[in-house]
């Protein structure tokens, strides 16, 4: 449960970073730090967060959804008729209404 906060807590930093970036370029301000470092900040910390996924799975101290698809019951109902064919079955002819012509 703790690294699941570590994780939820390690996201909310990613957003945070990528906003304060978005703040800096929209104001322009040549006294502000650049822009860069806070988008280095987020391509870190989502660095951090891929490498903690991975521990915690390789520790067992978080599982990976072994099923991810809801797996429906397939039921097959019968349709088609039967139809047995050997050599001696001949195809019947159509038959023509004469009121047609």
């Not at 703040?23 to 280095?40: F, H």
Request: aromatic share 6%; proline share 4%; net charge positive.
């Amino acid at each position: 449960m703790v690294i699941k906060l570590i994780i939820i807590l390690l996201l909310l930093f990613i957003l945070f970073s990528l906003f304060k970036a978005l703040l800096i370029m929209m104001r322009a301000d040549p006294k502000a730090p650049s822009m860069s470092q806070y988008l280095g900040r987020r391509v870190l910390i989502s660095v951090l967060v891929l490498l903690c996924i991975l521990i915690a799975m390789a520790f067992g101290w978080i599982t990976p959804n072994q099923n991810p698809f809801i797996k429906h019951k397939q039921i097959q109902t019968n349709t088609a008729t039967l139809h047995l064919q050997n050599a001696n079955t001949k195809q019947q002819l159509e038959k023509q209404n004469d009121s047609q012509m």
